[in-house]
């Protein structure tokens, strides 16, 4: 349980703004209605995903994982999503975490964030 949540921590700063510098912790809300939806939030992850797997085979390498990690100040939020722990962070495993991170700060279960649920989210990354 402690893994899970540990990946689920380090890859919301991978999906959120604050791992490529935006100017929002959580950047997902696309039609900037105060509200992320599991839509928005997976197809921000999408693009994320394909902008850190630089040579465009389907995974994030342990190069790429590693021009995160400088970009991040050493920080590689990457690599414990990498379950089966065969050095690559494959889309199926990064799409599991996203997905398990959103329903963990979905507290009612209405299938989106709602401004309190991303401060909450927010505040649990600054630990």
Known sequence: MKQVALVTTLIFSAVSGTAFAQP???SSDMNGDGIVTLAEHEEVAESRFSRMDANRDGTIDTAEQKRVSQFLGGRN???PADLNRDGSVSKSEFKAAVSFLFSRADLN???RLSASEQQ???SSQAR
Request: no cysteine.
């Open 77 to 79: 939020p990457i690599g």
């Open 24 to 26: 929002r912790p959580l």
């Open 109 to 111: 279960k209405y299938g």
């Open 120 to 122: 909450t989210m927010r």
